[in-house]
């Protein structure tokens, strides 16, 4: 395990924040437990040996399940210090060809290699296992398929954990206010779930300082709460901490009990957070935090409740609100509804950081992706999957008016979640750590075992609830992997269809077309060869830029990239064709700020590979691809070239060249191009600089020159070309493939975000060339 560095003295700061982000919802669930245990044929066997069985079931879950399973196991198999289901996926295939989509290119294995030198895939041993996962493309998809599943139920989690703890929360005031409605209580928890997410649209970074506290105060709460009820109902309950009561319970009960299960493992609802949330916070943090801090006060809580029943078996159905003290209920009423509202803001954010994650691994259409300013660094806000979660919550919540439905449709999502995170750690186990295929079995058998278990009770109550989860997560499933196929294809396609080396060699260093002046970017999903976006605007358009740039944004299989390594230059064919490529290499875990800087980053590290090539650092073949350098590492990088900021951009375009630089365009167009530039929103807020090359002497007149042409180039302009696909299944296709294809996958690319629009470029300097695949 890899653990973020942090100080000693930083503990203590961590433990405070992780209380109020990651386990609110662990710390919510006494509201409902017990109510949606003793519910349905379970209530026949209220007695106290009964409930004495329940809560022993219930610590030995949190202590099995919570304790020894996520805090002392999940929390190591980690990715470099960061947890939850895509980074156990991203750890397999680094470590093995198990993407679907080329993963262990030379790009992104040199950067793999140098963060990760434990676990680099040259020195692992084969396996079995391994040789049977690479080689059998059936089985890459059922392990995308398995990740995809438990991505979807995570959706389901942020639809359905909101609605019931806010409706839970609420629903405390049917104990004490007798002339309450239920629609009442619908009516509150609806107004209070809108605003839950209305705080994520506004930013919840501006209360953020307060979900800690208010977190703390309600564990004080509930600890203090079950103290007193112990004490005053039944101080004998510290005997059901014996796991006779469990057998005794499940003897009594039977096949009542086992579906009662379901109810019970409701306990756990929130723990797979503490991994989730690795990231943000330190396993040294969670594990304090949980250890000595969470466990103790669940535990009273849960034990004060069960000494309360036993003496009051008719209660079980508001067993919560009905355990409060009658000084004491109004004070707890408003913190039970401010932690619902504070668990509800984090796993609506672990759901829009898992939306991301899949859409960096090409498993989810383009959307909006917003950086917030909150408390804990790397969270995000996505603005259409926050609407959408919002009206299926509400739909959830009107629907249903009542906590077991919600509970049983929250415990079949939830158990899938930690199910699907426990065949995934198991293959780490083995693949990654090199264990023995035995010791991941019995990872599986240990906590795969249980889980399975109450999974089924869950299933026994998909009647009464337990088929929301299937229905939200098989709609998402479907998109999802829709998406990916459909990706997958045009990539296949592009791959397939690059022009050759030898083709581009051919027409000479004009390239057998007109050079304009400016620069002229390039995307495509190719990390090596010419896409054929290229050729094809050539053929309806002879003429390009006196500078070509071939940008692949690449997202790689490690959760950070630093930015001195983000970008890798390489040259295509000699130095007179003046075309290079640029490979930006995102984590799944980085938030992209294409559009601001990179123009500017671009130019600098054009330079700078000139020069480092010219050096000798990184040397090319000059008949096709040459190497990929890490310019941006170099420690004469911004050196190379002067540059200074301008107050418009105007300026930038020309309107006050250097006395060492011209620009080619003429009077009126620079004139034109400055009219746009300053009626476009964007260009106006972006950074503009103007580029000069220092008073140096260059040992080679070819460097200097091709450096002059870079500048002038830039003053001249950059232009983003883009490839507007229109992608159809062949003649000959099955009917399945040409309905994912023609009609899920084009609906989806027709209906989400355009790249230009995710890449932040301006409309007018943009240019999309029309290409038709048949897939």
């Given amino acids: ?206 209360l953020a300082i307060l979900f800690t506290p208010i977190v703390i105060l309600w564990l004080l709460a509930i600890a203090s709460i079950g103290i007193f009820n112990i004490i005053k109902w039944n101080p004998g309950v510290y005997q059901a901490l014996s796991p006779y009561y469990i057998y005794n319970f499940f003897k009594v009960t039977g096949k009542d009990g086992w579906i009662a299960l379901g109810g019970i493992l409701l306990c756990l609802a929130g723990a797979e957070a503490m991994f989730a949330h690795l990231g943000h916070f330190t396993a040294t943090s969670i594990r304090v935090a949980f250890s000595f801090i969470i466990y103790p006060c669940l535990v009273l809580q849960y034990m004060g409740q069960a000494a309360f029943l036993s003496k009051n078996l008719s209660a079980a159905h508001k067993s919560f609100y009905a355990s409060v003290p009658d000084p004491f209920f109004w004070p707890v009423f408003v913190l039970a509804t401010l932690t619902a509202t504070v668990a509800s803001q984090a796993v609506i954010s672990a759901t829009f950081s ?89 990872f599986i058998i240990l906590f795969g075992s249980v889980e399975i278990i109450s999974l089924a009770s869950f299933f026994m ?83 390009f830029y006196q500078v070509v740039v071939f940008v692949c944004i690449k997202t790689v299989p490690v959760p950070h990239v630093p930015h001195k390594e983000r970008y890798l230059i390489g040259r295509i064919g000699p130095k007179s064709y003046r075309l290079y490529r640029c490979i930006i290499r995102n984590g799944y875990k980085d938030t992209s700020r294409h559009g601001d800087d990179f123009e500017n980053d671009l130019v600098m590290s054009l330079a700078e590979f000139i020069q480092m090539e010219a050096e000798g650092s990184r040397t090319g073949d000059g008949a096709g691809d040459g190497r990929m350098a890490v310019v941006k590492s170099s420690e004469k990088f911004g050196t190379r070239l002067a540059m200074s900021e301008t107050s418009g951009p105007g300026e930038s375009s020309g309107s006050n060249p250097s006395t060492t630089v011209g620009n080619c365009k003429s009077a009126a167009l620079r004139n034109l191009q400055a009219m746009y530039e300053q009626e476009s929103p964007r260009l106006n807020h972006r950074r503009h600089c103007k580029f000069e090359l220092p008073d140096t002497k260059y040992s080679d007149s070819q460097v200097k020159n091709e450096l002059l042409e870079l500048v002038e180039a830039k003053r001249a302009g950059i232009t983003y070309v883009i490839g507007h696909s229109h992608i159809k299944a062949k003649l000959n296709s099955p009917f399945l493939k040409k309905f994912a294809i023609n009609m899920a996958y084009s609906f989806l690319r027709k209906n989400c975000r355009s790249p230009s629009v995710t890449l932040n470029i301006p409309r007018i300097c943009l240019i999309k060339v029309g290409m038709n695949y048949y897939v």
């Fill in 461 to 543: 109550r998909i009647a009464k609830g337990g088929w929301i989860p299937l229905v939200i997560s098989g709609v998402y499933f479907v998109i999802m992997y829709v998406w990916h196929y459909g990706a997958r294809k045009k990539y296949l396609y592009d791959l397939h269809n690059k022009v050759s080396m030898r083709w581009i060699l051919t027409l000479g260093s004009s390239l057998g077309i007109i050079r304009v002046p400016g620069i002229g970017l390039i995307y495509t999903e190719l990390s090596s060869g010419v896409p054929a976006t290229f050729t094809h605007f050539l053929t309806n358009l002879p003429a």
């Fill in 1 to 206: 395990m890899v653990e973020r560095k942090v100080q000693w003295k930083d503990v203590p700061l961590l433990v405070y924040q992780s209380l109020g982000l990651v386990f609110g919802n662990l710390c919510i669930a006494p509201l409902f437990v017990y109510k949606n245990t003793f519910t349905g044929r379970l209530g026949r066997y209220r007695s106290e040996d009964t409930v004495f069985g329940a809560f022993s079931v219930i610590f030995w879950t949190i202590t099995f399940l919570a304790l020894f399973k996520y805090v002392v196991f999940m929390l190591r198999i980690d990715d470099n210090g960061q947890g939850g289901l895509m980074a156990l996926y991203s750890l397999l295939c680094r470590n093995a060809k198990f993407s679907l989509l080329p993963n262990q290119q030379a790009a992104d294995e040199e950067l793999s290699t140098y963060h990760y030198p434990g676990h680099s895939n040259r020195n692992t041993p084969t396996t079995l296992l391994r040789r049977f996962i690479e080689r059998q493309k059936y089985a890459k998809t059922g392990l995308l398929l398995l990740v995809l599943l438990g991505a979807c139920m995570v959706i389901s989690v942020g639809v359905l954990a909101p609605a019931i703890s806010v409706f839970a929360s609420i629903e405390g005031l049917e104990v004490r206010a007798k002339n309450v409605h239920s629609g009442v209580v619908v009516i509150i928890s609806c107004t209070l779930l809108v605003f839950v997410y209305f705080l994520q649209h506004r930013g919840s970074h501006k």
């Fill in 354 to 442: 898992i939306v991301k994650e899949c859409a960096a691994f090409g498993c989810f259409p383009r959307v909006k992706i917003v950086r917030t300013r909150r408390w804990v660094p790397g969270q995000i806000y996505i603005p259409e999957l926050n609407w959408i979660i919002m009206i299926l919550s509400l739909v959830v919540t009107i629907g249903f008016q009542d906590t077991n439905h919600m509970g049983n449709a929250y415990g079949v999502a939830y158990m899938t979640v930690t199910i699907t995170s426990t065949l995934l750690a198991s293959l780490v186990i083995n693949l990654v750590w090199q264990k023995s295929l035995i010791v991941a079995l019995l």
